[in-house]
């Protein structure tokens, strides 16, 4: 299947706005979405994008949704907000102000989340998103906001339950003798999988020797992996979005770092395994999807499904990135057609109220717009491939621990 969507470019202000899906349609609904299309976050703006407009061709391949007695094409109008919070906030009240636009898909990211969310709030707009995962966005109170993933504070949970599960029969350590070192970008998001690791940490009595933060470019880890091959932690946990997990896989390589457990956050998003081959074997990857999961639906079928689609429409694999922003619009459509009508406030109420299941897993919200319907899961990367090794539900093959010696 290739993609069908009409795309009208316009320079506005240094911004790129566009309009995707069946734009040329008489009964439109044009959600507004401002993603990262240039600046640090490109590689997840642009799998956001392929999700958010995958959808859209699916659902107006399928005939729309009916909203009422009307039937409706969903179209989207982006622009570029360059990676950058600010741009990102201005981006958002001119789709409301300006585009007219009157309810949001999110943009890639804690912090430009946590930047447009003010904004929704203010105009009582609507906000589905599925790359906003650090818990701080849903400690405000905000009535607008409604996020399909799992939060930050869980990513990586796994990974630390998995040491200390396998700490004596594979490191010949009890669980409180294990040490983790921690490398972590200063964002929001990568320092609430940092809170969350460090709860675990205590839960099993390990004990953490190293607590650096990433590089602001996240270029260069080296001093931290000079301390790692120094104190020789059992773990080394590390977060820093797609640049940062590439950083870490070739430098880890180049320095010839050995630690028995390396576990960290955005994998696939940083294509780790086709960009370094060998050296990306045995790392562990936090992962909300994986086409292997037994999640299905009426749009895309199967999890496994929606992943060939994404291969046959934009020649790579998908990764979680690009299944949970699809999932926000099938959120969207659900709710326009229980709503009954576009009044705001009804679909924002009819979000609210979301209890489906997608390709992507469960959706259903608590009350402060937080997904409470899905675990988190872990890959390992084995044989050039990234398998499930956690939870053991979905578990497709046993972890390898220790990781082998880099030669």
């Not at 995707?20 to 642009?46: F, N, P, R």
């Not at 399909?148 to 029969?169: D, H, K, N």
């Not at 690791?197 to 880890?221: F, S, Y």
């Not at 994404?310 to 990135?321: F, K, S, W």
Request: proline share 4%; net charge negative; hydrophobic share 45%.
């Amino acid at each position: 299947m290739s993609r069908t969507s009409l795309l009208a470019v316009s320079a506005l202000a240094g911004a790129m706005a566009w309009t995707t899906g069946a734009a040329l349609a008489a009964d439109v609904i044009t959600l507004g979405a401002a993603v990262s299309l240039t600046g640090k976050y490109t590689t997840e703006g642009e799998h956001t994008q392929r999700g958010y407009d995958l959808a859209i061709d699916m659902i107006n391949k399928a005939g729309g949704i009916k909203v009422g007695d009307k039937t409706y094409q969903i179209a989207v109008k982006y622009y570029d907000d360059e990676s950058t919070a600010a741009r990102g906030a201005e981006l958002a009240e001119r789709l409301i102000l300006q585009d007219g636009v009157e309810f949001m898909l999110g943009p890639y990211s804690t912090p430009l989340t946590k930047a447009i969310a003010p904004v929704t709030e203010q105009y009582k707009i609507p906000m589905v998103e599925g790359n906003g995962a650090s818990r701080s966005l849903f400690t405000n109170g905000w009535r607008y906001i409604f996020a399909t993933l799992s939060t930050s504070e869980q990513y990586l949970s796994g990974a630390i339950a998995l040491a200390a599960e396998t700490a004596e029969a594979k490191l010949g350590k009890k669980p409180e003798e294990v040490t983790v070192a921690l490398a972590f970008e200063n964002d929001a998001f990568s320092q609430d999988v940092r809170a969350g690791v460090m709860d675990d940490v205590e839960k099993h009595g390990m004990k953490i020797v190293i607590d650096d933060q990433l590089p602001r470019e996240l270029n260069d880890m080296a001093p931290i992996l000079i301390k790692v091959k120094a104190l020789k932690p059992d773990v080394l946990v590390v977060s820093g979005h797609a640049k940062g997990a590439a950083t870490a896989i070739r430098q880890i390589d180049e320095m010839k770092v050995d630690v028995p457990i390396l576990a960290m956050t955005h994998c696939d998003s940083a294509d780790v395994i086709s960009m370094f081959g060998g050296a990306a074997e045995y790392a562990l990857c936090a992962t909300q999807w994986a086409p292997t999961m037994s999640y299905s639906d009426d749009l895309f079928g199967s999890a496994g499904d929606f992943a060939r689609l994404y291969e046959e429409t934009y020649g790579l694999e998908p990764p979680y990135q690009a299944a949970e922003s699809a999932a926000a619009v099938q959120v969207f459509a659900d709710a326009f057609e229980r709503a009954g009508t576009l009044d705001k406030e009804a679909v924002r109420d009819a979000i609210a109220a979301t209890d489906i299941q997608t390709f992507f897993g469960g959706v259903r919200f608590d009350e402060t717009g937080k997904n409470v319907a899905k675990p988190m899961a872990l890959y390992q990367v084995l044989d050039g491939q990234f398998k499930v090794v956690a939870p053991s539900a979905f578990a497709e093959t046993e972890a390898i621990i220790p990781r082998p010696a880099i030669n």
